[in-house]
């Protein structure tokens, strides 16, 4: 459960540090209302295919695979003009769950008290549980600062067959919602083998 803990704390400030440190990228044209079903990836999209998952994203995002070994997938949004300093990013960070039943509730939980511990200002601003095609989740969202940035995250935490997978946007809080429906359409073409 130790590892549980110091990857959850992870999971909000990796997608940091590793956009802090980017300075080019591909724009975000949008992306129209046809591809919310589960699933369903928009033409055009790009798709990763990994043995245990598969997920897409625009085009016009950055696909960067280099990051920390935990994260099996990064994309990120262009810098939107030369004041532009973070880049909106969806990342997925996966772990194999100790040898006893972990729920969402349990995760969830974990998450949360990692990160009011690790965020200045956490503040949770939507919770949920949802059940789509591939089964049931939990969806967060909330604000913190950190590294002297306003910022917020949305979460997507699966637990699938012994396997937690944990989707996040990341974005500046006054640009949230800038891509915020793309990060929806990326999360829904996410799909566990």
Known sequence: MKKLLELVLVLGILPITIISCSDSGKGDEGAGDESREKGIVPEGWESVEREDF??????QWELDMTGD????FAVYSELEGETDEFRENVNIVSEILPDRPVSLDEYLEATRSQLEQALVGFE???EQEMTDDFGKYRYIVYHANYSDMDLAWKQQFRIVDGKAYVLTYS???DNYSTFSETADQ???TFHVK
């Open 69 to 72: 070994p935990e994260t099996e």
């Open 54 to 59: 598969s997920i897409a994203y625009p085009p």
């Open 124 to 126: 949770i601003q939507e």
């Open 186 to 188: 990326i999360f829904s």
């Open 171 to 173: 974005a500046e809080r």
